[in-house]
């Protein structure tokens, strides 16, 4: 939660774009492909840090094991943990509290980091136990990506997973970059919801019109990127910032009122 608390005073597009963006990173689809050589799993949990997840838990902060039947009618033990806060509180209400309510009555949304998620995730396996933990993506952002395969010739195609849209260039495969906070160093956004990716894209291309129809946004998905930060050997990897949604970052904001996050200058070239 502390983590929540210090990145509220910076988040925002603290900076310009800058044009020579970068090239290559990951191992990620239309990205290209590097050599594995693992992370140190600190930097993975750091980057993961700043992005709030949402779960269920009760009094005792234990997690709401739900249970179903997949396929082939055997019986799943899951958790869920929701990228939305407004999800996780809606399928509280609006399915729980109808299911059980007895139960949902003692239930409370519960904030998490994406890192948080990650290390559970990651001690599972380890484990015997049959428990899924699964990510749910806000669907808004499902069907912006779903759409924008259809757009690019994936006809029918139905996203899977959870969306991450990145403003880039398409000739060189490169990437516009921001400055966080007051520091000089620039990095890649990742963002959880498409309207931000364009909101950044249209600041660009004001500033640098000539560029504009060189610019897209590709989208990407999460699970693709916590595997490149685990295998990819290209330091710019450890460019790549995860943007939360604005529905996020309002939340993040809600934990410390008194700060507020630094201005934005105009864009230049």
Sequence with gaps: MKSFIRLGATLGIAGSVFLAGLSGIGNLPGIGNLEAVALPQDQIVKKLQEVPVFTLTNPKGEFVVLSRKNNASKPISQVGFFISKQDAQKFLDNRLKKENPQLASTLQVRPLSLADYYKIVQESKKKSDSVIYTLVPTQAQVASATSMLNQNGKKGEQFNGIPLFVPKFK????YLTIPLAKGNERFIPFFFEKEQAVALLDQFKKAVPKEAEN????VVDLYGVMEALNSSSDPSINKIVLYPSRESINFIRSLAPNQSPAA??????
């Design 215 to 218: 610019t897209e946004i590709q």
């Design 264 to 269: 934005a200058p105009a864009p230049k070239k």
């Design 171 to 174: 000739k060189d495969n490169s």
